[in-house]
């Protein structure tokens, strides 16, 4: 075998181990936006650092898949205009907090250490503008509760 022909088979396997890696779960990982939220909770202010979900895609992939989340990293789902919705676990590998929060920022409830994997609808309990999704467990840690504030470019005052 010449050079040139170990060179392509090399290029070749490189390229299946590419797409492989791409193909892992079905879903290639989207780089999305980065913004800071506020939560303004009784104990005091609280920031994350979230990325924005704000279209079909990005709402559907959400933070399946994912094995971690850092304490000051979350998701903040956009609907674009104020409704109900509800959300599932299905693909999800870690346990979250779910924050359901109405257009004028005001977090209408919360799904306190949603079940990973589970495909049963967890309903807003209201209408909501914006989900927020943190890791399981940091807002009983924070002390946020249904009634508290969040602090961000798409809510009206935020």
Known sequence: MGVMQLRRRGFLALLAVAWLGLAGHGQAETRLRVERLEIVASTGPVAF??????????????LMFRKSLGPDKGMLFDFKRPQETAFWMKNTLIPLDILYIAADGRIVSIARNAVPYSEVPIPSGGVVLGVLEIAGGRAAQLGIYPGDRVKHRIFKGG
């Open 49 to 62: 650092q979230v990325e924005i979900a704000d279209n079909d895609a990005s709402r559907e992939q959400g």
